[in-house]
């Protein structure tokens, strides 16, 4: 760790601990385990939230929790919000057009690095849904205390709280067991809560497992290479002082194999530890948070049998990734009902790439390849935020953030240094072994919007925003220019061949966006309507640096200019209720974005074409039922620089039923009730079935899962 970092860290870590021996606490803060009949609350106009912001909890996250073990598959009914097809349970969030790494994704409020060439273990990977409380989704606006390095916005993702015994309860134990299926892959689940509780100490544990087997297509075939399994477990220690709650949450996820579709590779073992110390309180004068955070991952690629791996061949790819962070945060109330808020941070992440060479191949040897070494991404910020209630009717937010990211990779050796097969990546390494390659932004966020609120059925939010994302280590550093060691480097689903660029600037996106939002008082109706557009300066797309067989191209990282632009919206109404047939609400999302590269004129690639969902849902009793039918349109905006396939329009028709006791919950869902066959739009292309049919081109997109059948059982004790 660089002596810089030590500092600030060690002045972080101060702060925690004079924040928890500080007094006095003005009350104290008592959290429960959720019960597991929650509801989900309607659309109503909640003065403490922003009309943008989206939740995803209670009875809306436990029915798709219910057929899913990809924790980011949890956003894509939201409106705005899609997914990325790539492993199990590895998908890649997109909001309104920005996808991946632009989309700032938080597990407790800790950031994570993705620590692959293939992005095969993104943030939302490291946490199964069964163990997951709530996600809070803040599009295009997001304030700057939600975090930096994102221009899109942010996915905050929350497990379960500590609890605390109410005085003179004594000992309380509670907890949760479930289990789940899921018909089109096979795939079964596990999940275990329990909690421990005084009413001056806490100490839970969760763990969740899950495995699936290749899905099932609608015409009858099995996508291969859609195989996984994952454990996921965490225990956490809280301890309730008169000042406020200090807990420690340490864990580890472990995955011994998933298949990627979309990839030359895939993941033969993912195991990540991590540990994160937390103190928050409330003063007299405001509110502080304090966190620290470690992460420690080793991740290894190769080829599972469905692209012809064996147990001694293939070609090993090993990656070593830490995390390392720390922040402290304040709140200051105002006596107009506003606050200012303020904050320091520091992360740094570090990273080791390199593939052992394979016994017996002229190409891959004799030496080990090193794609990355010491690579180091360090970032440090400092952000205010100032919230003022100038009158009854409105709410305003003007916040900045200033951050410091210092990126550096040491030098780097090819297979072999000599030999016509190794010789571009030996010219390659010379090159990037004789520059400079640390590199330093100063970027700076700005976030001002207002909410206007007439009357107390609507809302208006309308704002710019500023945010600025430097380039990860794999974008500035991935130096190799072979066509296999240039092709190892591809999260874009498109099974593409990538090279870095360390001259790589920041992308820097001027946002605009507005929302209306009505709610009606009885909670029966509800609708928002949001547009947005970005301006995006030094968007890293890509350039053409050669062709490649089967119809592929390698392509190096580029800075250009591009604009998207977009709406979406979301309503409910009431339709029916009587006590025959209890109470009818109709519901509906609808979501649109173009996005276009101003340089070239080309499209942006993986923009979600026009996408309609429209619910039927009859409430009564214990019992809740949902008819949903989701339609989305062709997609024929793509891009041609990666070859992006067309996809048909298709229509999916869904059936959901659950049952609430006291203790027991029980959801059953028909997905796809009709078994279509569909392309996903998103989805990349199927490079598992390219590979395994003889790679004889052309390549076919995804292919979407067919009809299953999916249960679901918790009982809480």
């Not at 080829?303 to 945060?329: E, H, V, W």
């Not at 080990?368 to 400092?382: D, Q």
């Not at 009606?520 to 067989?549: H, M």
């Amino acid at each position: 760790m660089s002596r810089s970092l030590c500092g600030r860290t060690a002045v972080l870590m101060a702060g925690v601990a004079v924040a928890t021996l500080s007094n006095p606490l003005l009350a104290r803060a008592q959290t429960a385990l959720p019960p597991i009949q929650a509801v989900a609350a309607p659309e109503a106009a909640d003065p403490a939230r922003s009309p943008g912001e989206r939740q995803v909890t209670g009875e809306l996250l436990a029915r798709r929790a219910a057929g899913t073990a990809d924790t980011m598959s949890l956003v894509a009914g939201e409106p705005g919000m899609a997914v990325y097809a790539n492993g199990g349970f590895s998908s890649l969030p997109v909001m309104r057009g920005l996808a991946d790494s632009r989309v700032l994704v938080t597990v407790d409020g800790v950031g994570i690095t993705t620590f692959c060439p293939n992005n095969m273990n993104p943030p939302g990977s490291y946490v199964l849904p069964g163990r997951v409380d709530a996600i809070s989704i803040l599009p295009t606006l997001s304030p700057v205390s939600a975090g930096g390095d994102n221009i899109a916005g942010v996915i905050a993702v929350t497990t379960r709280p500590p609890a605390f015994a109410e005085a003179g309860e004594g000992l309380r134990v509670s907890g949760e067991v479930g289990a789940s299926y899921r018909g089109v892959a096979d795939a079964v689940g596990a999940t275990l809560q329990a909690a421990f509780a005084g009413e001056r100490f806490s100490l839970g544990y969760e763990g969740a497992w899950s495995r699936g087997d290749n899905y099932r297509t609608g015409d009858g075939r099995r996508v291969r290479s859609t195989l996984y399994e994952a454990y996921d477990q965490a225990l956490t220690l809280a301890l309730l002082t008169d000042h406020g709650v200090v807990s420690l949450r340490a864990g580890r996820h472990f995955s011994p194999y998933e298949g990627f579709p979309t990839q030359r590779m895939d993941l033969t073992e993912n195991d990540s530890s991590f540990a994160d110390l937390r103190y928050e309180g409330t003063y007299g004068w405001g509110e502080v948070t304090a966190k620290a955070s470690w992460r420690t991952v080793d991740h290894e690629m190769n080829f599972l049998a469905d692209k012809g791996g064996s147990a001694t061949g293939g070609m090993p790819m090993n990656t070593q990734g830490r995390d390392l962070s720390a922040s402290l945060a304040a709140t200051v109330p105002l006596t107009d009902g506003g606050a200012v808020r303020g904050g320091i941070e520091a992360h740094r992440s570090d990273v080791d790439d390199w593939w052992p060479p394979v016994a017996g191949s002229m190409m891959m040897g004799p030496q080990t390849y090193w794609s990355i070494t010491a690579g180091r991404r360090e970032r440090t910020g400092l952000w205010v935020e100032w919230e003022a209630k100038p009158s009854a009717d409105w709410t305003t937010l003007l916040g900045a953030r200033v951050e410091r990211v210092d990126t550096d990779a040491g030098p780097v050796q090819p297979y072999a240094w000599t030999g016509m097969m190794n010789m571009p990546d030996a010219m390659a390494a010379r090159a990037f072994n004789a520059r400079d390659r640390s590199r330093a932004d100063d970027n700076v966020d700005v976030t001002a919007k207002a909410i206007w609120r007439p009357n107390t059925t609507t809302s208006v939010e309308f704002g710019y925003a500023r945010k600025t994302r430097s380039p990860t280590l794999y974008e500035r550093y991935a130096w190799g220019l072979g066509m296999m060691s240039s092709s190892m480097t591809s999260f874009a689903g498109d099974a593409n061949a990538y090279v870095g660029d360390p001259d790589l600037k920041p992308e820097v996106a001027h946002n605009l966006a507005a929302t209306l939002k009505y709610a009606s008082l009885d909670g029966k109706r509800g609708l928002t309507f949001g547009v947005y557009r970005s301006q995006v300066e030094g968007f890293i797309d890509a350039v053409k640096l050669a062709d490649l067989a089967k119809g592929f191209v390698q392509l190096r990282f580029a800075n250009v200019d591009a604009r998207l632009r977009g709406f979406d919206a979301s309503g409910h109404a009431q339709v029916w209720e009587s006590p025959a047939l209890g109470r009818g609400t109709l519901t509906g999302t609808l979501s649109w974005v173009e996005g276009e590269n101003r340089n070239s004129g080309d499209d942006l690639y993986h923009m979600t074409p026009l996408t309609l969902r429209l619910g039927l849902e009859q409430a009564k009793g214990r019992w809740t039922h949902q008819a949903e039918v989701e339609f989305v349109g062709e997609k024929d905006a793509v891009n041609a620089l990666r070859h992006e396939p067309k996809t048909a329009a298709y229509a999916l028709f869904n059936l959901r039923s659950g049952w609430k006791g006291d203790r027991v919950r029980v959801d059953l869902a028909a997905e796809n009730l009709l078994d279509t066959a569909y392309d996903l739009p998103l989805g990349g292309v199927s490079f598992g079935d390219f590979k395994a049919g003889g790679s004889l081109p052309p390549i076919r997109p995804l292919r979407g899962p067919g009809r299953s059948i999916n249960l679901s059982l918790a009982y809480a004790f």
